[in-house]
């Protein structure tokens, strides 16, 4: 059973301040890393993907993979209430019929205090 | 610049009634994916399909459920004899090949 774990949260952070998320993920063939966000009855929406190990950064977030330990993270730098949202890491496989289908985890609720 | 089209919204049926949902894929996207998310629970991979071919299916119950992507028209998830289970969101994601996927506003489904 491949898995995607998250912290559920609540995450709170005052705004202006650096948010961390973070996520495993079980199956060691993953390739692909996606974090999406979605805000309460809304889709998501994506904002960052990854595909190799080390930072990738854009605007105010920055993804960074370690495949040895499984891990992947969301840094979102100086945090607005806009950015309050369940954030959603998503992993893709490479084989096996797995290299389309994204798994999921559950989600962390972020939320910005102004 | 118009997205991953989903409709309808929102959906009520009463138990043993039929659901039907569409997706309009981006354009240019030729692969379509249907996701189920449950209440307090995470999206889960249902079906995913090009123009009239389903690709895989694993994710999705064996009865009740089917799936299409004809070469006219959007994609449509069907379900059959609704139970109160399948109340949930459904998600419908597209992309041009191995791509990153986009998803639609989703259908909420509410079973009386």
């Known amino acids: 059973q491949k898995e995607v774990e998250q912290n559920s949260g609540p995450l709170s952070v005052p705004e202006g301040a650096i948010a961390s998320l973070n996520c495993t993920y079980s199956?060691?063939?993953?390739?692909?890393f996606f974090w999406y966000r979605q805000y309460s009855g809304k889709s998501p929406e994506l904002i960052m993907f990854?595909?190799?190990?080390g930072d990738k950064e854009d605007g105010r977030f920055t993804a960074q993979l370690n495949k040895a330990s499984q891990y992947v993270s969301l840094l979102i730098r100086d945090s607005q209430p806009s950015d309050s949202a369940t954030y959603l890491c998503a992993v893709k496989g490479n084989s096996g019929g797995s290299n389309y289908k994204l798994t999921f985890g559950k989600g962390t609720l972020l939320t910005v205090n102004p | 610049n118009a997205g991953v089209m989903q409709n309808p919204r929102h959906l009520v049926r009463r138990r043993g009634q039929e659901a039907r949902l569409r997706c309009s894929p981006m354009?240019?996207?030729?692969?379509v994916y249907w996701y189920r998310q449950l209440p307090e629970e995470g999206l889960k991979f249902m079906v995913y399909?090009?123009?009239?071919?389903?690709?895989?299916e694993s994710g999705m119950p064996k009865e009740r459920f089917s799936a299409e992507f004809p070469k006219e028209g959007p994609s449509i998830l069907r379900i059959q004899q609704v139970v109160r289970g399948d109340s949930a969101a459904y998600f419908c994601a597209s992309s041009p090949g191995e791509q990153p996927q986009h998803f639609g506003d989703g259908t909420r489904l509410s079973i009386l």
């Open positions: 354009k240019g996207h030729s692969h």
């Open positions: 990854i595909y190799s190990n």
């Open positions: 399909l090009q123009k009239e071919n389903i690709i895989d």
């Open positions: 199956d060691r063939g993953s390739q692909s």
